[in-house]
């Protein structure tokens, strides 16, 4: 029940464009305290946050010393006027700290716009990006982080990793998710006047409302020592094919649950993208995705018409194809 009424948030989310789900301070704190040493003198951008609301900006300015900042810089986006952006950058006030109580407002002469000229400029200076962006704006947000080559942690969606531009960039080893998260259902809060009718939904003391969404990760290109760790393997295709089907319209067998991966199969192997909170660059290949068609390919005229991901006339669910290489 309740995770169908997490699911509903989302999509209200994406199809309202309201996009206003503020990520909670311990969240931000369990993602990012694994990656102090990328952080270590690094210009810091939090580009989708307003910082009356933002968490991002809290954590940051908090922790500005601690983390051994450079820069921390955050712009505000308004939907029709120009807008502000703020910087901390050293101890303006002099009382021995760098805090929040250094922050320099400087109006914007756009919107605050991520894709704004004068946020690209701001970008162009960034080392590292850290936000929650806007959930509808998922795909251009990261196309643009990448055409910039910058390095990030976001947080987003994991439907996100089915989208072909997103998965693309997977497969090539250019965006993993991140190490927290992985159960994947996480309480935001949102807006007083944002209209929630769901079992998730929550008001606490002070009147802020918080709604629950299902399947959150966090998604970087910043390398942590876990994710070059092997998964255990235990079990052998060898005297177990039938319980590993291939697909009726494509060359991969089908495994339901990542543990069940069999430690023996040398060919192509079709997983859920759960798998992916377990992956192992060192120990995998990403050959590809399936859903309706190949993700990476899209139709084509072998496979127009078929469900690729589909085991004797039964649709799976979406399904990522990987490859063993240390066999
Ligand atoms: C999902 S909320 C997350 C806010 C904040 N990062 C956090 O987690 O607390 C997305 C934020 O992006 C802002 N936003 C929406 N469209 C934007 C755009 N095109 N450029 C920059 N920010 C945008 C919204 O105003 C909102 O503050």
């Avoid at 993602?31 to 609301?53: A, M, R, S, T």
């Avoid at 693309?168 to 994947?184: A, D, F, R, V």
Wanted: aromatic share 12%; net charge neutral.
């Amino acid at each position: 029940m309740e995770k169908k009424s997490s699911n509903k948030n989302l999509r209200k989310a994406g199809a309202a464009k309201n996009d206003e789900f503020y990520t909670q301070l311990p969240d931000i704190e369990k993602e990012l305290g694994n990656y102090k040493n990328h952080l270590k003198d690094k210009v810091v951008f939090c580009n989708c946050d307003d910082p009356e609301e933002s968490n991002f900006w809290n954590y940051f300015a908090l922790n500005f010393e601690f983390l051994e900042l450079r820069k921390l810089v955050a712009t505000h986006f308004e939907k029709e006027k120009p807008s502000y952006k703020l910087e901390i950058v050293k101890d303006i006030n002099k009382d021995g700290k760098i805090n929040k109580l250094d922050t320099i407002k400087t109006p914007l002469k756009q919107n605050g716009d991520f894709r704004s000229p004068e946020c690209i400029e701001i970008l162009k200076e960034a080392d590292v990006v850290v936000t929650n962006p806007p959930f509808s704006l998922f795909r251009q947000y990261v196309t643009q982080l990448i055409e910039y080559n910058k390095k990030f942690i976001i947080i987003g969606n994991q439907n996100a990793i089915t989208y072909k531009e997103i998965f693309k960039l997977i497969t090539e080893n250019k965006i993993w998710l991140g190490k927290s998260i992985h159960s994947g259902d996480r309480e935001f809060r949102v807006p007083a006047h944002y209209d929630v009718h769901s079992a998730s939904h929550r008001i606490d003391d002070d009147g802020n409302q918080y709604v629950r969404v299902n399947g959150v990760r966090w998604f970087t290109n910043l390398d942590y020592k876990e994710r070059h760790e092997d998964l255990i393997l235990y079990r052998t295709y060898s005297g177990h094919e039938n319980e590993y089907p291939k697909y009726d319209h494509y060359d991969a067998i089908n495994v339901d649950k990542t543990k069940d991966i069999p430690i023996d199969y040398k060919g192509a192997i079709g997983v859920p993208i759960t798998f992916l909170d377990k992956y192992s660059p060192d120990q995998f290949d990403i050959l590809d995705g399936l859903n309706r068609y190949s993700i990476l390919s899209g139709p084509t005229e072998e496979t127009r018409g078929k469900f690729l991901a589909q085991v004797k006339g039964k649709p799976c669910y979406v399904r990522v194809v990987i490859k063993n290489k240390k066999i």
